[in-house]
């Protein structure tokens, strides 16, 4: 056989099988135990928008089935048509020689032209109907002679096409009113997990709302198959066999979510052994290494991690090429672009990292911002533009490396994208919103660095825009004086977005009775830090300074959060119990605000850059846009009386 048998045991990984090796396995077992693509079924034409054809269409009549006109006009004999000319016009006889038509009536026994109804003039001559003509007409001329579209027995669709609306029209149109298309794989999807619930149900500590399985679901549509989603199964052993034995009674190929893993409740591995065989069990990849691959009743089983990310890369490596097969077509080649490493990524050596990342098109160069790295982050792939594969063997990539990415947005799309790196602020997310919704072509993508990240990113060329709010301690000024000393060999257009209240984020009621800096140095108050180069951080450092503390006194100053939302979520959650964030934030998760200090929030444009529509587009909505105006002061602790004025200008 093409595959070892592996006993599966719990609390151990049996496999770390390399990536290429893993899929090597699995089409191995697709060839072997894959004769062909599904049987065929009979499917009304009008129902087989985006089925494969399961044989070759060929045309039952032809298109048009008898001669018809072309144009409105009269149908006549050509050959009658001959002498007339403009100092000569010729008279035919209505009906005698001349039959009116209109556009797709059938011409009439014993004509063979049409002259259009603008190129006659009729009239009563001597008593009598006529049409009067200028010139003579050709034979068959405004006439769609019969099979001029399609031939009776013509081929009007190969075999393994995919139906598309015009293709329908052309099958309909050569006779055929129901056809063959392969069946759809069917695909059974099991979510497991007893901490699980349905969206929509009331919620308790310890709940996951069901997701992944609608995820997987839409995939396995979107790939040509056909989902059956279970309700959640319980972690429990004999409840999920019973489940998968069922299901591959019924199904073509079984999905099993979570429980791929090495833990207590880990069963996926075991219910496939017991009923079948397991191909392997873990893939050295990340994320998604405790992915497992068998066979039961002859059926192909996926047991798919229970993170979304690594469920969603897993499903994108085995379960397509799977589904693709079923139907007999080849696995489409991803679309992949070069681009340039913003930062430098590093990466744990002896494992296949995919990495997440965002691109934007910066003056002639593509580039790739890495974003969150968590199996669990499924915003991350909501904001992905595509992945950036690092081998196992190799540690990471240098800033500025040249890299292949694997699309997940068009190309299109990419190109009309704003890139802005720098301080996250919610009022951004708006005005990412309104830019799509006002001009649809353009998109803003937001990668959340810092103040001081968004600085040094315009300085190498990365960013269209930076999002800021640095204080210089000297001159009680925000932002100015960093543009003039960091990017001073560039023009630099600096303009204002917002003014926002900075202060402590606390759970309501402020049970740790916190109200200043000096709180933070007591035993039992937790803080959570932002992260370095941010304006945030740098107005904690200014306040500690001036009263004397240091940051290795104040428990908690070494956890970062990267925005202003993931403070206020850590707060919220009992992680720390404060933090400093904007009011905004707190206000959004019903958190208690303390008031630090009013600051000024800036977008740093280099004017290179002016000359780009969606950058102009970007401005008309900060400085003309009061829906979005209107919309930011909704959020609370905005003042936005100098939206869109110019702050500086070099």
Same mark, same amino acid.
């Given at each position: 056989?093409?595959?070892?048998e592996?006993l599966?045991?719990?609390g151990?990984y049996?496999?770390?099988?390399?990536?290429?090796?893993?899929?090597?396995?699995?089409?191995?077992?697709?060839?072997?135990?894959?004769?062909?693509?599904?049987?065929?079924?009979?499917?009304?034409?009008?129902?087989?928008?985006?089925?494969?054809?399961?044989?070759?269409?060929?045309?039952?009549?032809? +298109?048009?089935?008898?001669? /018809?006109?072309?144009m409105?006009?009269?149908?006549? $004999?050509?050959?009658?048509?001959?002498?007339?000319?403009?100092?000569?016009?010729?008279s035919l006889?209505?009906?005698?020689d001349?039959?009116y @038509?209109?556009?797709?009536?059938?011409?009439?026994?014993?004509?063979?032209?049409?002259?259009?109804?603008?190129?006659?003039?009729?009239? @009563?001559?001597?008593?009598?109907?006529?049409i009067?003509?200028?010139?003579?007409?050709?034979?068959?001329?405004?006439?769609?002679?019969?099979?001029?579209?399609?031939?009776?027995?013509?081929l009007?669709l190969?075999?393994?096409?995919?139906?598309r609306?015009v293709?329908?029209?052309?099958?309909? +149109?050569?006779?055929?009113?129901?056809?063959?298309?392969?069946?759809?794989?069917r695909?059974?999807?099991?979510?497991?997990?007893?901490?699980?619930v349905?969206?929509?149900? /009331?919620?308790?500590?310890?709940?996951?709302i069901?997701?992944?399985?609608?995820?997987?679901?839409?995939?396995?549509?979107?790939?040509?198959?056909?989902?059956?989603r279970f309700?959640?199964?319980?972690?429990?052993?004999?409840?999920?066999?019973?489940?998968? $034995?069922?299901?591959?009674?019924?199904?073509?190929v079984?999905v099993?979510?979570?429980?791929s893993?090495?833990?207590?409740?880990?069963?996926t591995?075991?219910a496939?052994?017991?009923?079948?065989?397991?191909?392997?069990?873990?893939?050295?990849?990340?994320p998604?290494?405790?992915v497992?691959?068998?066979w039961?009743?002859?059926?192909?089983?996926?047991?798919i991690?229970?993170?979304?990310? +690594?469920?969603?890369?897993?499903?994108?490596?085995f379960?397509?090429?799977?589904?693709?097969?079923?139907?007999?077509?080849?696995?489409?080649?991803?679309?992949?672009?070069?681009a340039?490493?913003?930062?430098?990524?590093?990466?744990?050596?002896?494992?296949?990292?995919?990495l997440?990342v965002?691109?934007?098109?910066?003056?002639?160069?593509?580039?790739? !911002?890495?974003?969150?790295?968590?199996?669990?982050?499924?915003?991350?792939?909501?904001?992905?533009?595509?992945?950036?594969?690092?081998?196992?063997?190799?540690?990471?990539?240098?800033?500025? !490396?040249?890299?292949?990415?694997?699309?997940?947005?068009?190309?299109?799309?990419?190109?009309?994208?704003?890139?802005?790196?720098g301080?996250?602020d919610?009022?951004?997310?708006? #005005?990412?919103n309104?830019?799509?919704?006002?001009?649809?072509?353009?998109?803003?993508?937001?990668?959340?660095?810092g103040?001081?990240?968004?600085?040094?990113?315009?300085?190498?060329?990365?960013?269209?825009?930076a999002? !800021?709010?640095? #204080?210089?301690?000297?001159?009680g000024?925000y932002?100015?004086?960093f543009?003039q000393?960091?990017?001073?060999?560039?023009?630099?257009?600096?303009?204002?977005?917002?003014?926002?209240?900075?202060?402590?984020?606390v759970?309501?009621?402020?049970?740790?009775?916190?109200?200043?800096f000096?709180?933070?140095?007591?035993?039992?108050?937790?803080?959570?830090?932002?992260?370095?180069g941010?304006g945030?951080?740098?107005?904690?450092? %200014?306040?500690?300074?001036?009263?004397?503390?240091?940051?290795?006194?104040?428990?908690?100053?070494?956890?970062?959060?990267?925005?202003?939302?993931?403070?206020? +979520?850590?707060?919220?959650?009992?992680?720390?119990?404060?933090?400093?964030?904007i009011?905004?934030?707190?206000?959004?998760?019903?958190?208690a605000?303390?008031p630090?200090? %009013?600051?000024?929030?800036?977008?740093?444009?280099?004017?290179?850059?002016?000359?780009?529509e969606?950058i102009?587009?970007?401005?008309?909505i900060?400085?003309?846009?009061?829906?979005?105006?209107?919309?930011?002061?909704?959020l609370?602790?905005?003042?936005?009386?100098?939206?869109?004025?110019?702050?500086?200008?070099?």
């Amino acid at each position: 056989m093409f595959y070892k048998e592996r006993l599966v045991k719990k609390g151990i990984y049996l496999e770390n099988t390399p990536l290429e090796e893993a899929l090597e396995i699995w089409q191995a077992a697709l060839s072997e135990l894959i004769s062909g693509p599904l049987p065929a079924e009979s499917v009304p034409v009008h129902e087989t928008l985006g089925r494969l054809t399961a044989e070759a269409v060929f045309a039952l009549i032809s +298109s048009p089935f008898y001669h /018809s006109s072309a144009m409105d006009g009269f149908a006549v $004999r050509f050959g009658d048509t001959f002498g007339s000319s403009e100092t000569e016009p010729k008279s035919l006889l209505i009906p005698k020689d001349a039959v009116y @038509v209109d556009t797709g009536d059938p011409i009439p026994e014993g004509f063979n032209a049409v002259i259009m109804i603008e190129d006659v003039n009729r009239m @009563v001559k001597d008593g009598q109907d006529v049409i009067e003509i200028i010139g003579p007409a050709t034979p068959w001329q405004h006439v769609r002679v019969i099979g001029e579209d399609i031939v009776s027995t013509e081929l009007i669709l190969t075999e393994s096409h995919r139906i598309r609306p015009v293709d329908i029209g052309a099958m309909l +149109s050569g006779g055929h009113t129901e056809i063959k298309v392969r069946r759809r794989p069917r695909i059974a999807v099991i979510p497991t997990g007893t901490e699980l619930v349905e969206p929509g149900e /009331s919620l308790k500590k310890g709940n996951i709302i069901e997701f992944n399985s609608r995820i997987l679901s839409s995939l396995v549509e979107q790939w040509g198959g056909k989902a059956i989603r279970f309700s959640p199964v319980p972690d429990d052993i004999e409840e999920i066999t019973e489940t998968l $034995r069922k299901a591959c009674e019924l199904y073509d190929v079984i999905v099993i979510n979570a429980g791929s893993s090495a833990g207590s409740e880990d069963y996926t591995a075991r219910a496939i052994a017991s009923l079948g065989k397991v191909l392997l069990h873990g893939v050295n990849i990340k994320p998604g290494k405790p992915v497992v691959l068998g066979w039961v009743l002859g059926k192909p089983v996926l047991g798919i991690p229970g993170y979304p990310v +690594s469920a969603y890369i897993t499903f994108n490596l085995f379960g397509k090429v799977l589904i693709h097969a079923l139907q007999g077509i080849e696995l489409p080649v991803a679309e992949v672009m070069k681009a340039q490493l913003s930062r430098q990524v590093a990466s744990s050596l002896g494992q296949e990292e995919f990495l997440r990342v965002k691109l934007g098109r910066v003056n002639q160069n593509l580039i790739a !911002t890495p974003i969150s790295r968590g199996a669990g982050v499924l915003m991350s792939l909501v904001r992905a533009d595509g992945f950036v594969r690092i081998p196992a063997m190799s540690e990471g990539y240098g800033a500025g !490396t040249e890299v292949p990415v694997e699309m997940l947005r068009g190309k299109d799309e990419i190109e009309n994208t704003i890139v802005c790196i720098g301080s996250h602020d919610n009022a951004l997310d708006l #005005l990412s919103n309104q830019l799509r919704r006002t001009y649809p072509k353009f998109s803003l993508s937001s990668a959340h660095v810092g103040s001081m990240g968004g600085i040094m990113a315009l300085k190498k060329g990365e960013a269209h825009i930076a999002g !800021t709010h640095l #204080l210089d301690e000297t001159t009680g000024e925000y932002n100015v004086s960093f543009l003039q000393r960091l990017l001073k060999e560039k023009k630099m257009l600096l303009i204002n977005l917002v003014y926002r209240e900075q202060g402590f984020m606390v759970i309501k009621g402020n049970p740790r009775h916190i109200s200043n800096f000096e709180d933070l140095l007591r035993s039992d108050v937790c803080f959570i830090n932002r992260q370095g180069g941010s304006g945030t951080r740098l107005l904690t450092d %200014k306040h500690l300074k001036e009263k004397g503390i240091s940051p290795g006194q104040i428990k908690g100053y070494d956890r970062e959060e990267y925005t202003h939302m993931g403070v206020a +979520s850590a707060v919220l959650t009992g992680l720390a119990d404060t933090g400093l964030g904007i009011l905004a934030a707190a206000s959004a998760l019903g958190l208690a605000f303390i008031p630090v200090a %009013k600051e000024r929030y800036d977008i740093a444009i280099p004017k290179d850059f002016l000359r780009m529509e969606q950058i102009n587009a970007m401005l008309d909505i900060i400085r003309n846009d009061r829906e979005f105006r209107s919309s930011v002061e909704k959020l609370g602790g905005y003042d936005v009386s100098d939206m869109g004025t110019v702050m500086y200008e070099s």
